[in-house]
Nanobody, 121 residues
Framework: QVQLVESGGGLVQAGGSLRLSCAAS????????MSWYRRAPGKQRELVAS???????TYADSVKGRFTISRDNPKATVYLQMNSLKPDDTAVYYC???????????????WGQGTQVTVSS
């Protein structure tokens, strides 16, 4: 079994900061890309940021310059530092990881349970 457990969401005023964490655990051999998605009320799910195993990061245009994704490979954890938050950033944030399980050759995408981020104006 593999689990992704997120933490760090909450309520913050516009202009504030939050740091999300997502830790993977279980029978893991290797983790490829790790990503953060979000779904705002009434909107489709959006890719926020992604990071490769070697640390190459990409961002949605809406968060460039404000959000930073990072990962700690020994801890199998991905982070999302969110600064200068705006009300439009309000959403449920989900982490996603492409994981190869022990004794398997293929990678499978796994999802966290989601964490609510609410930015008040």
């Amino acid at each position: 079994q593999v689990q992704l457990v997120e933490s760090g969401g909450g309520l913050v005023q516009a202009g504030g900061s939050l740091r999300l964490s997502c830790a993977a655990s279980g029978s893991i051999s290797r983790i490829n890309a790790m990503s953060w998605y979000r779904r705002a009320p009434g909107k489709q799910r959006e890719l926020v940021a992604s990071i490769t195993e070697t640390g190459d990061a990409t961002y949605a245009d809406s968060v460039k310059g404000r959000f930073t994704i990072s990962r700690d490979n020994p801890k199998a954890t991905v982070y999302l530092q969110m600064n200068s938050l705006k009300p439009d950033d309000t959403a449920v944030y989900y982490c996603n990881a492409d994981i190869r399980r022990l004794y398997r050759a293929d990678y499978t995408p796994y999802w966290g349970q989601g964490t609510q981020v609410t930015v008040s104006s």
